[in-house]
């Protein structure tokens, strides 16, 4: 396969999604459910109906969030029902390219104890293991359309706290990871992945996953003092004060990313783009803006796109009592994605 930055310097008239799917097409099929045509020139955006389960009533888990992601992004007309890509469901074959036989096999079939239960912050039903396998395949899909695409979005996933015999902090499968694993070991060469991870809780269970994967490079934006409290050591940590506000923020990823985009590498990005360092958010403790989630999505998708790397972007961790609050500030990602689309020529 040829690399993109050789493309790039003898096609440079074409756009960004064209020089893409040139280097990433492939025979394969996708891992959906249903694809949007391959003629459609708008931002792929993967969601699926059943992203969402039934919990307890007051449980603090915002379950309601994911279908008014979508609801709002085409109410508002930043996207129309023609650019839904649906995932399949990620079968126990491809989980267990990350989590161990016997962790999917406790977990599919319900043998969670409590304490297990606790440190997951879910209670055990079908319902839930049916919700992460079609949030993973949601990631997964994502990538595979970036890939050829150049960019695109899911209305889910994050899920980095899940480790490969345990899952934690409401992460039960590793999406991220599973997505990762996979594409590295269907590629002609193995690729190098880099995950940019702006939740603002460390992605503990995705360093440790990829602590000695030298094609995976980590590289984690967090708050300090917060969860998890024990930390995972990612390829790149950067441990942020409480109370950090928008300026100093992107200064921050702003010193990192492009280095990182220099030395690494990478053939895709993975970007969590949690919104809980918003200063509203219920289990946050930094006081990012709407603008400021805004310009950080921005900034990270335009300037690794303009690079000629693809990006697969999930939603990440949010937290609030209102769901149509919270949507809304998650439908950020896509709302900056679709600019970055117009603005890169894809």
Same mark, same amino acid.
């Given at each position: 396969?040829?690399?993109?930055?050789?493309?790039?310097?003898?096609?440079?008239?074409?756009?960004?999604?064209?020089?893409?799917?040139?280097?990433?097409?492939?025979?394969?099929?996708?891992?959906?459910?249903?694809?949007?045509?391959?003629?459609?020139?708008?931002?792929?955006?993967?969601?699926?109906?059943?992203?969402?389960?039934?919990?307890?009533?007051?449980?603090?888990?915002?379950?309601?969030?994911?279908?008014?992601?979508?609801?709002?992004?085409?109410?508002?007309?930043?996207?129309?029902?023609?650019?839904?890509?649906?995932?399949?469901?990620?079968?126990?074959?491809?989980?267990?390219?990350?989590?161990?036989?016997?962790?999917?096999?406790?977990?599919?079939?319900?043998?969670?104890?409590?304490?297990?239960?606790?440190?997951?912050?879910?209670?055990?039903?079908?319902?839930?293991?049916?919700?992460?396998?079609?949030?993973?395949?949601?990631?997964?899909?994502?990538?595979?359309?970036?890939?050829?695409?150049?960019?695109?979005?899911?209305?889910?996933?994050?899920?980095?706290?899940?480790?490969?015999?345990?899952?934690?902090?409401?992460?039960?499968?590793?999406?991220?990871? %599973? +997505? &990762?694993?996979?594409?590295? /070991?269907? $590629?002609?060469?193995?690729? =190098?992945?880099?995950?940019?991870?702006?939740?603002? *809780?460390?992605?503990?269970?995705?360093?440790?996953?990829?602590?000695?994967?030298?094609?995976?490079?980590?590289?984690?934006?967090?708050?300090?003092?917060?969860?998890?409290?024990?930390?995972?050591?990612?390829?790149?940590?950067?441990?942020?004060?409480?109370?950090?506000?928008?300026?100093?923020?992107?200064?921050?990823?702003?010193?990192?990313?492009?280095?990182?985009?220099?030395?690494?590498?990478?053939?895709?990005?993975?970007?969590?783009?949690?919104?809980?360092?918003?200063?509203?958010?219920?289990?946050?403790?930094?006081?990012?803006?709407?603008?400021?989630?805004?310009?950080?999505?921005?900034?990270?998708?335009?300037?690794?796109?303009?690079?000629?790397?693809? %990006? +697969? &972007?999930?939603?990440?961790? /949010?937290? $609030?009592?209102?769901?149509? =609050?919270?949507?809304?500030?998650?439908?950020?990602? *896509?709302?900056?994605?679709?600019?970055?689309?117009?603005?890169?020529?894809?």
């Amino acid at each position: 396969m040829m690399c993109i930055k050789q493309i790039f310097s003898r096609t440079h008239h074409l756009k960004v999604g064209q020089v893409l799917e040139a280097a990433f097409t492939s025979s394969r099929c996708f891992h959906g459910e249903q694809q949007v045509s391959r003629e459609s020139s708008a931002l792929p955006i993967i969601h699926h109906s059943r992203y969402v389960c039934d919990l307890p009533p007051n449980h603090r888990f915002p379950m309601g969030k994911f279908p008014r992601v979508l609801h709002f992004l085409i109410k508002d007309q930043v996207i129309t029902e023609e650019q839904v890509w649906v995932p399949e469901i990620a079968s126990k074959e491809l989980l267990s390219c990350v989590h161990t036989e016997e962790y999917l096999n406790d977990f599919f079939i319900g043998k969670i104890n409590e304490q297990e239960q606790r440190r997951t912050g879910f209670p055990w039903s079908e319902g839930i293991v049916r919700r992460c396998r079609y949030e993973t395949g949601g990631t997964v899909l994502a990538a595979e359309v970036a890939l050829q695409r150049g960019l695109a979005c899911s209305t889910a996933g994050g899920t980095h706290h899940a480790f490969p015999s345990y899952g934690s902090g409401y992460c039960l499968l590793n999406d991220l990871a %599973v +997505a &990762a694993k996979y594409l590295m /070991g269907v $590629s002609s060469h193995k690729r =190098k992945i880099l995950i940019v991870d702006l939740d603002v *809780h460390q992605g503990d269970g995705t360093a440790f996953i990829f602590k000695e994967e030298p094609c995976v490079f980590t590289f984690s934006v967090h708050c300090g003092k917060n969860f998890p409290l024990r930390k995972q050591q990612s390829d790149l940590d950067i441990s942020l004060d409480d109370g950090m506000e928008d300026k100093e923020y992107l200064s921050t990823v702003e010193t990192h990313l492009p280095l990182l985009l220099e030395t690494f590498r990478p053939d895709l990005v993975l970007y969590d783009a949690g919104v809980d360092p918003h200063w509203e958010d219920e289990l946050g403790r930094l006081r990012l803006t709407d603008q400021g989630l805004y310009q950080r999505d921005l900034y990270v998708m335009k300037t690794v796109v303009s690079r000629g790397v693809p %990006v +697969a &972007a999930v939603i990440g961790g /949010g937290y $609030s009592r209102d769901n149509d =609050k919270l949507a809304l500030r998650h439908s950020i990602l *896509h709302r900056a994605a679709t600019q970055v689309w117009r603005d890169c020529g894809m």
